[in-house]
């Protein structure tokens, strides 16, 4: 049977075959022991770190080990994901190919394979093991990890070609695979694997970090079921992901007036064909008499790209978009300390439909169309989401955030051994209706950049600067985030790599507020495209990176004075900005500059009669009239 067409275990009420439905939730499951229900949800929390921290102690690649991008998850039986604080891949590939009764202790489960990952995993180098957790001989509960590995083969190092035309250029694909068994590891499975990978030590010492991680966190969990039996803790469980729907349909879904709300962004390059506009097409409906209040239809996305940039998105009704994108939602809450409290388990599920559009679109790629740079997709789907959300709600979302962009270095290095180096930077989150955004913030959830001290005693490069984009936050009431400033200089020569979206688009602003500042790679001066595998960078010669700033919230008119001449105090705004951005005149020492409130009020009443009075409710810089035939905005883009 072609991998395109395995049928998921999954039916139209988004349950696994051969079990129990899940709960639609409303009130919370009578029967649980209400103080068992918080000593499992803080042990489910507890385990979950833990294993996460034996993975980062452990592990030996740098991405897994000092940039964090991983992540942990535990799921019940019913294959429902319980804890929150991070997202994770699915288990449910893992059952539909192998059953339950059959599997026993010490079992470590593995697969990369994106097309029968029932979609959650986006791209090969992101690697998956699942471990079942025993009770009394019978699974009771799930233990995963994933996470972006160096390299598992393909073109390039690193296994994200930015030209790919098939996911056979991509590498090693792995369908779900019994790795481990019962504490016997697969030594053909593992020595196929890391004879694919151009760095097969760090590959090696990953996997092994992260199975036995897992089998540590599958025994700490099989303690809860003996201290408290399976049915009181199972009943927990239900508590636990009931409490979630309430609570989301309660405090956040009933903030999102009831109609239909349309809105989309786009992709621009895809790394085959010229930069253009890839749509991403967002309609939400809102019904809140409905037993699924909200429906996602994502007709309007474009065909799927010739080039590395779809996402097999459409697979177990969409199941794992939905805990993707609901996270989104918390920014409805009422304040931002009761946003922070909310976590994403299995819980917001019954909340949402998924409808997606035929085979052979951005979301719904047809085997074996390329997905290593799916980020530019499923990352800018949170955006859209924002974005229609912003226009239901007249503006009370974030603007636009940064998006995941890797760049890296790869050669010989000082002793003439190959190197990867690999750095997943971050960038401005958008600003908000009551706080300007957060400074180079990473989406993946505790991810980080690569230590300066670490790098330059690993690797052949200095880093000469790392600090804040100035100017690249988008102006407004609220600005956004600043982005990362980060200078290396080669000490050999070397090839150059990224794999960046928001090169030519940038983040947008709203409510007035303008877009940031787009990515920016220079080498020596020269700007380098967001999607290249191998340029050639000389000893001597300065790589200069600068990542996007968040989109502004506001108009920038609106912005205290003060605020701004402190701005250009940090560094964050320079002097020309204020002037120009904000309509802030500064005076006085340089290096302690104050707003002139008279030539200030002047200025802003200039640059206030230069907005027009349709401007669109979303700004999206000056890169969108450039893909998009000179339209200065698109037509979802007025309310």
């Not at 590995?149 to 369908?175: C, K, Q, T, W, Y």
């Not at 927990?236 to 979630?244: E, H, K, Q, V």
């Not at 958008?430 to 957060?438: F, K, S, T, V």
């Amino acid at each position: 049977m072609h991998d395109a067409d395995r049928p998921t275990i999954a039916d139209e009420r988004g349950t696994v075959s051969g079990e129990r439905p899940v709960s639609t939730g409303g009130r919370p499951t009578s029967g649980a022991d209400p103080v068992l229900v918080e000593i499992v949800e803080g042990t489910l929390a507890s385990v979950e770190m833990e294993v996460e921290t034996a993975i980062a102690r452990t592990a030996r690649s740098p991405m897994i080990r000092d940039a964090h991008d991983f992540r942990a998850g535990i799921h019940d039986v019913r294959l429902r994901k319980l804890t929150g604080r991070s997202y994770s891949a699915l288990v449910q590939p893992i059952v539909r190919d192998f059953p339950i009764d059959e599997m026993k202790p010490g079992d470590v489960f593995f697969h990369n394979d994106v097309y029968l990952s029932e979609g959650g995993i986006g791209h090969l180098p992101d690697l998956c093991v699942t471990v079942p957790v025993f009770h009394e001989g019978q699974v009771v509960a799930f233990v995963q990890a994933f996470g972006h590995h160096d390299d598992i083969g393909g073109a390039v190092p690193g296994s994200m070609p930015s030209n790919a035309r098939s996911v056979f250029e991509e590498g090693l694909m792995v369908p779900p695979i019994k790795l481990w068994d019962e504490g016997v590891p697969n030594r053909a499975a593992l020595t196929i694997m890391t004879r694919n990978s151009r760095m097969p030590d760090s590959l090696a010492g990953d996997l092994d970090a992260e199975c036995s991680a897992c089998l540590m966190g599958a025994r700490r969990l099989g303690e809860l079921f003996d201290r408290y039996g399976r049915e009181a803790v199972e009943a927990c469980f239900d508590t636990i992901i009931s409490n979630t729907t309430e609570t989301f349909r309660r405090e956040l879904l009933a903030k999102i007036p009831e109609g239909t709300h349309v809105w989309e962004d786009y992709a621009e390059h895809d790394g085959v064909d010229a930069p253009r506009l890839h749509t991403q097409r967002m309609t939400l409906t809102v019904d809140h008499s409905a037993p699924v209040p909200l429906v996602i239809d994502f007709t309007g996305t474009s065909p799927q790209a010739k080039g590395p940039i779809n996402h097999a998105g459409d697979y177990a009704d969409g199941v794992f978009l939905k805990k993707w994108l609901a996270p989104i939602l918390r920014n409805l809450a009422d304040t931002p300390e009761r946003m922070a409290e909310l976590d994403v388990n299995e819980g917001v599920v019954p909340l949402i439909e998924m409808r997606f559009p035929e085979k052979g679109t951005l979301l719904t790629p047809i085997f074996p169309a390329p997905t290593n740079a799916r980020t530019f997709v499923i990352l800018r789907l949170l955006g859209v989401l924002a974005g229609v959300l912003a226009k239901a709600t007249g503006g009370r979302m974030p603007a636009d955030q940064e998006t995941i962009r890797y760049t890296g270095v790869y050669g010989d290095g000082l002793d003439g051994t190959p190197y990867l180096m690999r750095e997943v930077l971050g960038g401005g989150s958008g600003g908000r209706w009551y706080a300007d955004g957060e400074d180079t913030i990473h989406v993946v959830p505790d991810s980080r950049n690569i230590p300066v001290e670490f790098a330059e005693s690993r690797w052949p490069f200095r880093v000469e600067r790392l600090g804040l984009a100035r100017d690249s936050g988008g102006p407004g009431l609220y600005r956004g985030g600043l982005g990362y400033d980060k200078h290396l200089r080669m000490l050999r020569d070397a090839s150059f790599m990224s794999i960046a979206d928001r090169s030519i688009l940038s983040c947008w602003g709203v409510n007035g507020g303008r877009a940031g500042r787009p990515f920016v790679v220079e080498i020596e001066g020269e700007g380098m495209e967001g999607l290249v595998d191998d340029s050639p960078v000389r000893a001597g010669e300065i790589i200069r990176v600068r990542t996007t700033g968040g989109g502004g919230w506001g108009s920038p008119l609106d912005r205290d004075p003060v605020l701004v001449a402190a701005d250009v105090r940090d560094g964050k705004v320079s002097p020309e900005g204020a002037r120009d951005d904000y309509g802030v005149v500064l005076s006085g020492d340089p290096d302690d500059p104050q707003a002139d409130t008279e030539a200030t009020e002047a200025r802003r009443a200039e640059l206030r009669d230069l907005v027009p009075a349709d401007a669109p409710f979303f700004d999206r810089g000056p890169g969108f009239p450039t893909l998009s035939g000179g339209l200065p905005y698109a037509e979802v883009d007025l309310m």
